[in-house]
């Protein structure tokens, strides 16, 4: 079987040699995603596993797949929001992803950049760049045993965030609109007012669907403790941008954490000149009491392996004909 893996990154190319040479199967990577000016490079392939956040493009793309013999397109990342599904649903293209590539990966980021924020690093940096090495009663921080963590979302990554902050002493609640009881051990289930209206550290673990695009703006700010940080691991759009920085700058809240922004595509996941970076993730770097990441949550070694391994089994088992555990519904 000939396999083509789009957008492949230096770190992935040992695990999908390895994947190829346990398996048998020919693979060929690019480090090009995939769009209309790539789609040709399919051609002769059997199946095609991709990783990006920018879009496929049109329909015509998936149709283009589809005359190339191509069924599958199996995502090596969680969201599937770039890839259009009902476009892949005519053209008979089924659709797999990673959801559960390592949870205590991009658990781990949030956390750390929770704790980064709550202790003011950014905020003392700032200063000590100014030559004022002076402890400050206005940067005194909490510890996170007093506090209270609440959790949108409660999948996978958001139940092993829970679990993290569980562990260091933390008070979590938690919003789902599914109950799952696994976690019960760890959160206290409440309803979404009520954890964004109770958290001193808001953490995000959706997905981004029609219901959850900017379920985080200026309502939600507003009932928002003075003293809270948001943390986004997840998507940007979750959070309506410009919101979040009228927020930071009339002080509605303490500081953000984000590893993704609504923008971001246009830059992240790329070297760029100074003047292709948006206007507003210039104002939120500027801002000590701010950590941006550019979606490197996920990026660790034993992420990278199973994204890479998990994606290429699946794309040889819908083209053997068999089912995959991870197929996406439309």
Known sequence: MKLLMYS???????????????????????????????VDLAAGFDGVSIQQTEGLGDTAVYAKL?????KQL???MVGVDMIDLAACKQNGITVTNVPVYSPRAIAEMGVSQAMYLL???????????????????DLISNEIYNLTVGIIGLGNIGGATAQIYKALGARVLAYDPFYNVEYEPFVEYADFETVVKSADILSLHTPLLPSTEN???????AMMKDSAYLINMARGKLVNTADLISALEEHQIAGA????LSDETSFFGKKVSPDQVSADYKKLAAMPNVLVTPHVAFLTQTSIRN???ISLNDAVAIVEGRRSQNEVRS
């Open 215 to 221: 379920m985080i703006a200026a309502p939600q700010f």
């Open 66 to 70: 589809a005359s190339l013999g191509i």
């Open 257 to 260: 954490g984000v590893d993704t």
């Open 307 to 309: 994204m890479v391994e």
């Open 74 to 76: 199996a995502a090596r």
């Open 119 to 137: 202790r003011r690093v950014g905020e003392f940096n700032a200063r000590m760049k100014d030559g004022d090495f002076r402890w400050s009663d």
């Open 8 to 38: 492949v990154r230096d770190a992935e190319k040992p695990f999908a040699t390895a994947w190829a040479e346990k398996n048998g199967h020919e693979l060929k990577t690019i480090d090009q995603p995939l769009t209309a000016d790539t």
